[in-house]
């Protein structure tokens, strides 16, 4: 049918462009044209449409997942791969901010970029679906769940020390604010006293902990949220404070995970904050307490918290009794404590814990030591630092003797037993703090009426849009700029009609993204969030798929969001999604981040442009496994270009010739099936780069069969044609061109995914190399029980040995067990 000279070269700027619009035109990935086909729901991360738009490293993410709908379309499932953007938050408002735009504007422009360079990745979404959460459409619903949340109580206001940020000038959740750094990376955080939303994500912190254990995650994601979790197990220990007739008129409740300590306490430390340090300071050092006071609430948490900073405290002139042991502690007041977390005071052990310890050796406060080692029997009276190890107690009165871990039982049931102590269960995560004093957001949906306090907005009023203003900048004032809007601020009371004023905080961007992928499954319902029928078919997500800087917040979000919606009788699911895996990162060539600041940014608008996107698509699967970081290099993109090459080369030397399909190639048939196996299973595992490699592997065997004369089989044939179907995930457009030329009838991808016959394809267990007179001819593979005999007669069979053979005679043969045959020849 064709002649050599009638395939042109191949030449990805003029296939690629044509097939990603007749694909689309041919509405080639709209999901949910069910029939009764299985279903599978494959997503990528909710991206911001940042203005420097994709670099070819964010192919690492989106390249792969592309892969797998397009291989599970094929496989016969009804595949959503939706796209859709994260478009309300500080990244987008401070980009707008740096370029003097307005951020409808700048995500409009920044979005219509993302989608073009979607496009020329060859990525397979169904556009129909796409999302942007800074649409009224959509974050009407994000104010309807929190106005179901406040009703429950899971949403509340609450005047606290905030983290805020200078630079963003906003208020951040302490999830945005680990390290002393804001989340965007600005130094110098401070705190603010200001009223803010919370979501009360606390009240999930068991069931969020609890239920990783169902869910198929990177361990070390989940490890990093049940370290933000931090359940800790202890006890509440009751510390009476004798007033003066010596009665204990009040109690210091001290959170302590180490009963087994008790009798090595010499102190009680309060954090500045705490609600008592006023009434307990003695006359005397009531100057200093409250000068100590305001330089810690100067001062930021993150600061407080580094283990290497001096411990300072100061005296409160107060007195404490020990519940067992009835001895008076001195009470200090020491900024190593901190007000959230526990009661806000601890006992001081300086013998068994390395903070009091500092703090007792800076102010000359006694250290007795309570726990020994075994064998050793007595204790240092003066330790030259903390022991926090196991052992045995002494000093503890009837407690000696007994191991710290048994001790610690006995202990605590004394306490519990006599009314001093009950166990309680700390948790390190603190609630959300969704306020930001920002303008681009959805509007928190809350009015106050003088009359009737705070209200939420009824359903049918929603939603509270975000009134179009052009100085969306912060003032200082520590405000939300909506804060400025008369018009928008003064409103009616929805309860009594009376006047009112409007919530002015909008959320901070992590709202939408904790449920914007229930809203794919609908998004032009109108009734609700997501329409029920489309929700219960596509939920859960079957694979999502993203980066790891998301461990927690977000990841955590929106599983707490899907667990809050499940109490609300709104999901029949838990967890959102069941299945995630995170990618590598991609380096510059300089083994650096690429970073427009660096000036390493390497676009895929620019390797396309000069490899196509099918080079690109491989590349980046190939660099290495998923999960690893690679860098991206120069020969890499070549390389994957010149497999290409090679497989188009492949097809205008053999196909193109006329095939006259004779007879069978029976290596090659098992190499085949090996291969759909091979393929199928790397991407069902996700192992993309071996992906791949079998598929190079393959072409090449092909191309060597080619080069030896070997290749006018019917096997072969077959395994042309088959190779563009397991091609096409990986290199769509150079399959679907070839699939075309080759006369095939409708389009590769929506061909049935090829099957494997088990027999054929049983992996070869062994591995021999063939040499002819030192050179590496070929790689048999076999089974791992084959004779010599077998090897020796499968060797002379190979198309390649056989050609280096022709006209000569084999002198020698020398066999290797399971390594290498080498042929040593003469002349005929
Ligand atoms: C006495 C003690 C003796 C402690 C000992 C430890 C070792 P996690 O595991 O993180 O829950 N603590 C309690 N509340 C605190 C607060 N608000 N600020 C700073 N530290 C606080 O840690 C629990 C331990 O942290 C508690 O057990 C308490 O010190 C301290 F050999 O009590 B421990
Ligand atoms: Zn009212």
């Known amino acids: 049918m064709y002649s050599q000279k009638s395939l042109p070269a191949y030449n990805p700027q003029a296939i690629e462009p044509k097939w990603q619009a007749q694909w689309e035109a041919d509405g080639l990935y709209l999901a949910g044209r069910a029939g009764d086909r299985p279903k599978y729901y494959c997503l990528d991360f909710f991206p911001y449409p940042s203005g420097d738009g994709l670099h070819v490293g964010h192919c690492r993410n989106y390249v792969p997942t592309d892969v797998v709908s397009r291989f599970k379309r094929m496989q016969g499932y009804d595949v959503l791969h939706p796209m859709g953007w994260d478009a309300f938050g500080e990244p987008t408002e401070q980009y707008a901010q ?73 208020t951040l959740s302490s999830h945005e604010a680990v390290g002393g750094v804001c989340w965007r990376g600005h130094t110098g955080i401070t705190r603010r006293e200001i009223p803010a939303w919370y979501l009360k994500i606390t009240a999930y912190a068991d069931e969020l902990l609890n239920s990783l254990e169902e869910i198929s995650w990177p361990e070390h994601i989940k490890s990093m949220q049940r370290n933000w979790i931090g359940r800790s197990e202890g006890v509440n220990i009751h510390f009476g404070v004798p007033d003066k007739q010596g009665i204990a008129s009040r109690q210091i409740t001290v959170f302590t995970t180490r009963t087994d300590t008790l009798y090595g306490a010499t102190f009680l430390v309060l954090a500045p904050e705490h609600e008592w340090v006023e009434q307990l300071t003695q006359e005397a ?20 918290m580094v283990e290497s900073r001096e411990k300072t405290g100061v005296f409160t002139g107060g007195y404490a009794i020990h519940p067992l042991s009835g001895e008076r502690l001195p009470i200090w007041v020491a900024d190593y404590v901190l007000p959230g977390y526990g009661t806000g005071a601890v006992m001081g052990v300086p013998a068994h814990d390395m903070r009091d310890f500092e703090f007792a050796k800076r102010y000359h406060l006694p250290v007795r030591v309570v726990i020994v080692a075994p064998g050793i029997g007595t204790a240092d009276e003066q330790p030259q630092q903390a022991d926090t190890g196991d052992g045995y107690l002494v000093n503890s009165g009837e407690f000696n003797g007994l191991s710290n871990q048994e001790a610690a039982l006995r202990i605590t049931e004394r306490l519990v037993n006599s009314g001093l102590g009950e166990p ?47 100085d969306f900048r912060p003032d200082g004032s520590g405000r939300s700029p909506l804060a400025r809007l008369e018009s928008f601020v003064n409103t009616t009371c929805p309860r009594c009609n009376g006047p009112a004023q409007r919530e002015t905080d909008t959320m901070g961007g992590f709202a939408c993204s904790s449920w914007y992928f229930l809203r794919f499954t609908s998004p032009y319902y109108h009734e609700g969030p997501y329409e029920e029928q489309a929700m219960r078919y596509w939920m859960p997500v079957d694979l999502y798929v993203g980066g790891a800087e998301h461990a927690v917040l977000h990841l955590l979000y929106a599983r707490f969001w899907t667990q809050v919606l499940a109490d609300l009788d709104l999901l029949p699911f838990r967890e959102p999604f069941p299945r995630l895996l995170n990618q590598g990162q991609m380096l510059a060539p300089d083994g650096q981040r690429m970073s427009k600041s660096r000036g390493n940014v390497i676009t895929p608008d620019r390797i396309v442009e000069a490899y196509g996107a099918d080079a690109l698509r491989v590349y980046v699967m190939f660099m290495a496994p998923f999960e690893q970081d690679a860098d991206w290099t120069a020969e890499g993109i070549n390389g994957a270009r010149r497999f290409l090459n090679r497989t188009w080369a492949l097809y205008r030397d053999t196909y193109f010739q006329g095939i006259e399909s004779q007879g069978r190639d029976a290596e090659l048939e098992r190499w085949l099936h090996r291969t759909i196996r091979q393929v199928t299973e790397r991407i069902e595992s996700f192992r993309l780069n071996t992906l791949i490699s079998a598929l190079m592997e393959f072409s090449n065997a092909l191309g060597e069969r080619h080069r030896a004369g070997a290749w006018r089989t019917q096997t072969f044939h077959q395994a042309l044609e088959t190779l563009l179907c397991l091609l096409a995930p990986a290199a769509p457009h150079l399959a679907e061109e070839l699939w075309q030329l080759t006369g095939h009838e409708g389009s590769v991808h929506t061909q049935v995914w090829p099957a494997w016959d088990r027999e054929l394809a049983r992996e070869a267990q ?10 590496l001819r070929a790689v048999l593979e076999l089974a791992l029980d084959a004779s010599e005999e077998n090897i020796r007669q499968t060797a002379l069979e190979h198309p390649r040995v056989a050609q280096h053979l022709a006209e000569r005679k084999i002198i020698r043969a020398v066999y290797i067990p399971g390594k290498v045959l080498n042929l040593v020849t003469g002349d005929a």
Not at 766 to 775: H, L, P
Request: aromatic share 14%.
């Open 98 to 170: 740096r370029h003097n735009i307005h951020p409808r504007q700048s995500t409009d422009q920044n979005t219509a970029n993302f989608r073009r360079q979607f496009r020329i990745i060859g990525a397979s979404y169904d556009w129909s679906r796409e999302i942007d959460s800074s649409q009224p459409e959509f974050y009407r619903w994000t104010q309807w769940f929190f106005v179901r949340m406040y009703q429950r109580g899971l949403a509340y206001r609450d005047t606290n020390l905030q983290w805020w940020c200078p630079t963003c000038q906003t």
């Open 424 to 470: 309680a269960v700390q948790y390190h995560m603190r609630d959300w703090l969704i306020s930001r004093q920002r303008y681009w957001g959805t509007p928190i949906p809350i009015v106050y009426c003088s009359q009737c306090g705070e209200v939420p907005v009824p359903e049918e009023q929603l939603p509270v849009l975000l009134p179009e203003i052009d």
């Open 285 to 304: 050092h009531i100057a200093e307490v409250q000068s100590y006071r305001d330089q810690a609430a100067r001062m930021g948490e993150v600061a407080r």
């Open 766 to 775: 062994m591995r021999v190399a063939v040499q002819v007179d030192g050179k």
